[in-house]
């Protein structure tokens, strides 16, 4: 589990790519101080697996299906990534529950200065924007941010600029694909609110049965 609070930005040394998996390496500092074989850790938002690693960087393998399904297949040799190492049971939760695993991608449809901040407007498919909601929590990139602003086909973000200094987000232009998680909680309590037949669920008429409301 990750809390969207990125801890530096590493680099894309090398992508091996074939028809069945591709190796990614990457150059990093901070992530490397305490890592071992097996350890995830969050590149731009997606959970991978550290595979190999020197005193540099780290290898991880990457699906297909997580190619298919996040920006990591557009990233070449030098492409910079945001990094977060799995959260420790006693460290501080910072941002929110992140899983690492991607919901789908979104299009940054605008950027517009605001003072000190910077709104960024990104354009998304139904699917993921049913769970965005107006002040709620949503990672782009695995960095843990509160929608601000919610439309019918997109929604929007304002970042200070210690967010856009600190993180890839700052070099993102308009056009450009970023990775996408919503909120799993909500998730969670739509599938509770929605039982099939083989499972029971949440329903209004079982809270007040059991003293809820």
């Not at 930005?9 to 305490?34: N, P, T």
């Not at 924007?129 to 960095?143: C, F, L, N, P, Q």
């Amino acid at each position: 589990m990750f809390t969207g609070i990125i801890e530096e930005v590493g680099s894309v040394v090398s992508i091996q790519r074939s028809s069945s998996k591709s190796f990614i390496r990457i150059s990093a500092r901070k992530v490397l101080e305490d890592v071992h074989l097996g350890d995830s850790i969050a590149v731009n938002g997606v959970c991978l697996t550290v595979t190999d690693f020197d005193a540099a960087s780290f290898q991880a393998d990457v699906m297909n299906e997580t190619l298919s399904r996040s920006s990591l297949g557009s990233l070449r040799s030098g492409s910079p990534v945001n990094l977060e190492r799995a959260m420790a049971a006693g460290g501080r939760f910072g941002g929110h529950i992140v899983s690492g695993h991607i919901d789908g991608t979104g299009t940054i449809s605008d950027i517009k200065n605001d003072g000190i901040a910077v709104w960024y407007t990104v354009s998304a498919k139904p699917e993921i924007m049913r769970y965005i909601v107006e002040k709620g929590s949503v990672a782009i990139d695995g960095i843990s941010l509160t929608v601000a602003k919610v439309a019918a086909d997109s929604f929007s973000v304002s970042i200070i600029p210690h967010t856009a200094s600190q993180t890839v987000l700052g070099t993102k232009k308009v056009g450009d694909i970023v990775n996408l998680e919503n909120d799993i909680i909500a998730k969670y309590i739509e599938k509770l609110m929605k039982p099939d037949s083989q499972a029971g669920g949440v329903s209004m008429e079982l809270l007040a049965k059991n003293g809820f409301i």
